[in-house]
């Protein structure tokens, strides 16, 4: 059985950094993307980030200079570095693994930016 395990969340001040890491425990064949989403208390779920098999990555606007996606394909990891945080980054953030057949979803870590 599959299990996405997130990490790094946490408080951080305006201006700073966390960097975010989900793992994936199990075997998952033929990924085809791995994405970051969040969802901010009475808002939607909404993308992040995001990398696609073939290296090509998709940015929230909001985000883009500021955030960066990588992988680690032989630990089937995949990483959010976070600098320049505003509060509006304030969220629960969770990790997503896509396969032609299979969708996998983290439990979701909190970041919490303060002013």
């Known amino acids: 059985q599959v299990q996405l395990v997130e990490s790094g969340g946490g408080l951080a001040q305006a201006g700073g950094s966390l960097r975010l890491s989900c793992a994936a425990s199990?075997?998952?064949?033929?990924?085809?993307?791995m994405g970051w989403y969040r969802q901010a208390p009475g808002k939607q779920r909404e993308l992040v980030a995001r990398?696609?098999?073939?290296?090509?990555?998709i940015y929230k606007d909001s985000v883009k200079g500021r955030f960066t996606i990588s992988r680690d394909n032989a630990k089937n990891t995949v990483f959010l570095q976070m600098n320049s945080l505003k509060p509006d980054d304030t969220a629960a953030y969770y990790c997503?693994?896509?396969?032609?057949?299979?969708?996998?979803w983290g439990q979701g870590t909190q970041v919490t930016v303060s002013s």
């Open positions: 990398i696609l098999s073939g290296g090509s990555t």
């Open positions: 199990g075997s998952i064949f033929s990924i085809t993307a």
């Open positions: 997503r693994i896509s396969t032609p057949r299979y969708e996998y």
